[in-house]
């Protein structure tokens, strides 16, 4: 893990700063990608990616604080569902704000940073050997055919003609 990213156990404002920083370099390169790729208004995306890293931040939080032995990514979506769940005062706002973030910039930049991330540490990538690549590839596609089996059967079930 970089040294940027405190990854210690420990909620520290050392580590919370260094959250926050990582997010706002995130949320400002993924909203010139919005603006640039799809043509989303600044200000909206801009909005958008600071209610995701809220979410993301107090989910980070959660994880570290709380006792029990819960992933953040679970604390993450589960306040992203229930923020945006209909009835919520809430969803008519994440709803609107979110909805200008497009997934594609998202993932270009978490990707960007991944690579940076495995560029410091390519000699225990190395290590791993080909069989550590074969298993990743795999993975990969089993988890986007799985997904898109899944958006398919909801999509049928729901009534949306299958293309």
């Given at each position: ?85 209909p ?9 609107y ?29 190395k ?32 009534g949306?003609?299958?293309?």
């Amino acid at each position: 893990m970089p040294d940027f990213i405190d990854g210690s156990e420990n909620v520290s404002v050392h580590g919370i700063f260094n959250w926050i920083l990582l997010l706002l370099i995130f949320s400002i390169i993924t909203v010139i990608g919005n603006y640039l790729g799809y043509k989303h208004p600044i200000g909206d995306s801009f909005i958008g990616m600071c209610i995701l890293s809220l979410i993301t931040l107090v989910g980070v939080w959660l994880e570290r604080e709380l006792p029990f032995n819960i992933s953040s990514i679970l604390y993450i979506s589960v306040m992203g569902i229930i923020l945006a769940f209909p009835g919520m005062p809430t969803s008519q706002t994440v709803l609107y704000y979110v909805s200008h973030v497009e997934l594609l910039s998202i993932v270009t930049v978490f990707l960007a940073y991944v690579g940076i991330g495995m560029g410091k540490s390519w000699d225990e990538f190395k290590a791993l050997g080909w069989r550590a690549i074969v298993i990743t590839i795999l993975v990969i596609a089993a988890t986007y055919y799985g997904a898109a089996i899944v958006a398919h059967i909801v999509l049928v079930a729901t009534g949306v003609p299958a293309v």
